[in-house]
């Protein structure tokens, strides 16, 4: 087990709950998502991105519209649903207990 | 100088080095092997693609216009290999055991369609084995022959083996080291995927694309008539050949081995005599040997060019054939020169005619008649009755043991001589006047004669030692002023020219008194 597979994994967890968040400021298309998440070191290379998105769509999260783009073909610009938003309401809540939890124990244990 | 493939990405057209178009789609490829198993598969790979023509669009402007092969390779570091994706529903343990972008060598077999006959299952074979194709073709065709199934074993390997399509494809199927994640196309995946495209053309709404669709069917019929078209090919080659390697033997037989494997009445009979032996009654033994062997390239030449443009039909080999054939071409027409030339000047057709004329006075009779009868009883082993009967062959022979016969030709003339006169004409073809002469002489006539009753034989006979050439015999009847001549009914089919008669009725002076007009 190594430190990179084990922040890929944690950074995997949370990637479906920061593409609900960054959706939830505005709507966007997948390369300003890509951008977002890139500063963030979230991910590393796009093609992560589009299974999420298409899943997440299919799945009711999200919905879409076409856009024409001033260059390039027309992107697809996607919204939280409402299902989308109850959805992030929830991740919110056990984001922040886990959050919390993380917290408490790393204090605790450093107390030690 | 680098060329360029066009490609329509989500709807765009770029222009791409071909190096860059095989690395795209050799990419594209291991996405869509990646995806494609997905319910949403397609739409990931259509999304995929569109943020690639984004990228592509970026890059290219007034100035540069092709992406090449360094904007793919970018495109590939922003966008990632499929093994980098992260996947929320997949298992980690699973990640593990998906492919590698980059794959170990591993031979797979795969059907090759550019050096394909019918399917490519040979040449797939070939480069599975690392063989030259031909020998994997060369062998189904020789093992067909003991093992009938091998053709229905080809025909389920075509349907069952991928083609061999992308460039990652070729070089796995050679079992060189592959830089591409491998897509395990069965013929039923290819179809899917054609389906695919077609369900994503009408989803994109780009209905300009359909037209790619019938021009995928007319495609399609087209590939069927060609591989229709090659069986075709493949058919008549194999008859070519077999037809030419019979016809080959045939000749040779006839030529070299005088008939060794076919019986004599298998080839035409010429002038009566069979084709063989026409040939061997040339003057002298040189020329027959020349002659029979221009006379065989004449013939072979032709049919071994039939063979092997047969056998280039069934293999599809290349070769230089301009010199061999132009070589090939100089020594038939040479050949052709040689037979034609020795049939005009050695052959019955031309040549110089040696002759000898023997004469003789008839002795005296009381009748102003002269009754000509054809003798009846030649005492020839194997006479004919027919030459009495029918007059059909110019060239009538027939030979015993040593002993070769002609049937001979009666003439008559009317003159203002005293006598009756009798004149034996005997003709041979020959190189010189000479030589010919000398066969005429040995060419032996006999004729009887009590009182006015004239008995001529059917034949002339020459001894066989004398290899003669076209020999003819005419008997020449002269029949003096105020005499007649009476011909019996059996000289009719030996009478030629008589005088006062036009040649083609000169058989109706049989049975009749000459001249007529008198008395």
């Known amino acids: 087990m190594n430190v990179e597979n084990a922040q890929a994994q944690m950074r995997k967890g949370v990637l479906e709950y920061c593409i609900l968040s960054i959706l939830s400021k505005n709507d966007a298309y997948a390369t300003d998502i890509i951008n977002e998440l890139k500063e963030s070191k979230l991910i590393v290379v796009e093609g992560t991105l589009y299974p999420l998105l298409t899943r997440q769509k299919n799945a009711g999260l999200l919905s879409y519209r076409w856009e024409e783009s001033p260059q390039g073909p027309p992107r697809k610009y996607y919204a939280l649903t409402e299902e989308g938003r109850k959805f992030l309401k929830e991740l919110n809540a056990s984001w922040n207990e886990l959050v919390e939890a993380v917290n408490s124990i790393s204090t605790r244990s450093s107390k030690k | ?519």
């Open chain 2, 1 to 519: 100088m680098k060329k360029t493939i066009k490609i329509n990405l989500s709807g765009l057209v770029f222009t791409l080095d071909e190096d860059a178009y095989q690395e795209l789609k050799n990419y594209l490829d291991s996405i869509s092997s990646r995806f494609r198993d997905m319910k949403e598969g397609n739409e990931i790979i259509s999304d995929i693609e569109s943020r690639i023509a984004e990228i592509f669009q970026s890059r290219v402007n007034d100035k540069k216009e092709v992406i090449t092969l360094e904007d793919v390779n970018d495109v590939i570091s922003i966008m990632g290999k499929p093994e980098d994706f992260y996947d929320a529903e997949e298992e980690p343990e699973t990640s593990s055991k998906r492919k590698d972008y980059t794959r170990k060598e591993n031979r797979k077999l795969y059907r090759d369609p550019e050096n394909a006959i019918f399917g490519g299952v040979g040449s797939g074979l070939a480069a599975y084995f690392g063989i030259e194709p031909w020998i994997i073709r060369l062998l189904l065709v020789i093992l067909t022959f003991p093992i009938q199934v091998i053709p229905i074993i080809y025909i389920v390997l075509w349907i069952v083996l991928p083609k061999a399509l992308t460039s990652g494809q070729r070089l796995e199927m050679r079992g060189e080291k592959v830089t591409v994640t491998t897509i395990e196309k069965s013929v039923k995946e290819e179809y899917e995927s054609v389906k695919e495209n077609v369900k994503r053309v009408s989803e994109s709404k780009e209905f300009e694309k359909t037209t790619n669709i019938l021009g995928e069917i007319l495609n399609v019929i087209g590939q069927i008539l060609l591989v229709i078209l090659k069986i075709i090919l493949v058919i008549i080659g194999i008859s070519f050949a077999i037809a030419g390697i019979a016809a080959l033997i045939a000749i040779s037989s006839l030529v070299f081995f005088k008939q060794a494997l076919f019986p004599p009445d298998f080839w035409p009979m010429i002038h009566g005599i069979p084709f063989a032996e026409y040939f061997h009654n040339f003057t002298d033994p040189g020329t027959y040997t020349l002659f029979s062997f221009a006379l065989f390239l004449v013939i072979a030449i032709p049919i071994v060019t039939l063979i092997y443009g047969g056998i280039k039909l069934i293999f599809r080999f290349k070769a230089n054939d301009k010199p061999v054939g132009l070589a090939g071409l100089v020594l038939w027409l040479l050949s052709l020169i040689t037979v034609v030339t020795i049939a005009a000047y050695d052959g019955r057709g031309g040549g110089t005619a040696g002759q000898t004329t023997e004469s003789d006075y008839l002795g005296p009779f009381t009748s102003d008649t002269l009754r000509i009868y054809m003798q009846k009883d030649p005492g020839i082993e194997n006479f004919s009755d027919n030459w009495y009967y029918t007059g059909d062959e110019e060239w009538n022979t027939i030979s015993d043991a040593d002993k070769t016969y002609g049937k001979i030709n009666i003439d008559i003339d009317f003159t203002d001589d005293r006598k009756f006169e009798i004149l034996v004409r005997k003709k041979s073809q020959s190189k010189s006047k000479l030589t010919g002469m000398i066969s005429a002489e040995y060419i032996n006539y006999r004729y009887s004669q009590n009182t006015n009753r004239l008995y001529l034989d059917p034949y002339f006979s020459l001894n066989k030692i004398h290899n003669w050439n076209a020999p003819e015999t005419e008997v020449l009847i002269r029949v003096p002023e105020g005499k007649h001549i009476y011909l019996d009914e059996n000289t009719k089919y030996f009478l030629d020219e008589i005088e006062g008669i036009s040649s083609g009725d000169s058989q109706e002076a049989a049975g009749k008194v000459l001249p007529d007009n008198e008395d």
